[in-house]
């Protein structure tokens, strides 16, 4: 009966982290956007409007993989299950 309720809560669990990854791509399609507008402002600046929007975009992508990644720990391999 533990071991029904940790799986369920697990599950549970995994889908709540996984809506972290709608954070990730709101911000990537924003920043992508007032790139765009910035590059149509301003043309010579676009390398380093680019790398600086590409830099962003990295670290708003670690927050969805890291919700994936604890997703996939609490789904495959986890770890609370072996306590009962």
Known sequence: MERA????ASAIGAGIALIAGLGPGIGQG?????ACEAVGRQPE???QIR?????GCALAESTGIYAL???AVLVF????????
């Open 5 to 8: 309720i940790v799986l369920a």
């Open 30 to 34: 924003f920043a992508a956007g007032k």
């Open 45 to 47: 600046a676009m390398s």
């Open 51 to 55: 790398s600086t929007m590409l830099f």
């Open 69 to 71: 990644v604890i997703a």
């Open 77 to 84: 391999a986890n770890p609370l299950v072996g306590l009962l």
